[in-house]
């Protein structure tokens, strides 16, 4: 089964940056990545969507994270990052990578873990 790890998440005073990781391994041969992206969860509040690469290089932010938040991948495409600059405590949350792709006729989604984002004011 594909993994997905994330790892960067932390404590920052607003305005401060924060880079995220987010490795997937164990892929097998059939499986075909179109994309990874990051998603942000507050407690008490729905899952949203930060921004997105897909494996042909379209990316898509949040408004609320345009100009501040950067995605980027490395040479495989098994490997994402979120540069985030400027955090404000609005950004407080846990961040879930997620792959997404498909493999035998079918569509499928992994996700990370999670990794915490905390910004004091």
């Known amino acids: 089964q594909v993994q997905v790890v994330e790892s960067g998440g932390g404590l920052v005073q607003a305005g401060g940056s924060l880079r995220l990781s987010c490795t997937a391994s164990r892929i097998p041969f059939i499986f075909n990545i179109d994309s990874m992206g990051w998603y942000r969860q507050a407690p008490g509040q729905q899952r949203e969507l930060v921004t997105a690469i897909t494996t042909g290089g379209t990316i898509t932010y949040a408004d609320s994270v345009k100009g501040r938040f950067t995605i980027s991948r490395d040479n495989a495409k098994t490997t994402v990052y979120l540069q985030m600059n400027s955090l404000k405590p609005e950004d407080t949350a846990v961040y879930y990578c997620?792959?997404?792709?498909?493999?035998?006729?079918?569509?499928?989604?992994?996700w990370g873990q999670g990794t915490q984002v905390t910004v004091s004011s």
């Open positions: 997620k792959v997404e792709g498909s493999a035998r006729g079918g569509k499928w989604d992994y």
